[in-house]
């Protein structure tokens, strides 16, 4: 057992190093649109950190860093929001950020499904978010317009 310990530890070690480097990147990034696409890349890694703290026993710590996602998605889409921009002609992004976020609530839903049921509602809350974020860039990259094609006729 120890030895399977003394195995798995790097690997957490260097999900971490990785895991840093890129938030270092995101957080010294000014340009809301390279901030998306770090943060589209950043998705999947956080996640799959917040497992293996999971995974080591490590609930609160697990959950702190799906929060602190949650927290890059929700002030990356308001920093896309505040550019002006049409998303619908100009995804740059946009698009990024909601492929993959809607990869990474995937990823969350099965992660939930590995916990205890008491713990299931603080993660769940994090995943409406993200999914709440996922739908205002569905929005916005694809806002409904009426259909003007064919008028209405009054009988």
Not at 22 to 36: G, M, N, S
Not at 121 to 132: C, E, I, M, S, T
Request: charged letters at 35%; proline letters at 6%.
């Amino acid at each position: 057992m120890a030895v399977i310990a003394a195995l798995f530890f790097p690997v957490i070690i260097a999900a971490q190093v990785r895991l840093e480097d890129d938030l270092a990147r995101y957080q010294h990034e000014t340009d809301p649109v390279r901030k998306a696409r770090i943060l589209a890349k950043m998705g999947d890694t956080q996640v799959e950190f917040a497992r293996k703290e999971l995974k080591e026993g490590h609930d609160e710590a697990s959950l702190h860093t799906l929060e602190q996602y949650r927290d890059e998605v929700h002030e990356t889409v308001a920093a896309l929001n505040r550019m002006g921009v049409d998303p619908e002609r100009k995804p740059a992004g946009f698009k990024e950020l909601q492929i993959s976020l809607r990869e990474t609530v995937r990823r969350v839903d099965d992660l939930i499904f590995t916990l205890e049921v008491d713990k299931r509602p603080f993660f769940r809350a994090v995943r409406n978010d993200l999914f709440a974020d996922h739908n205002t860039l569905i929005d916005e990259l694809f806002p409904r317009k009426p259909d003007h094609s064919t008028p209405k006729s009054e009988p």
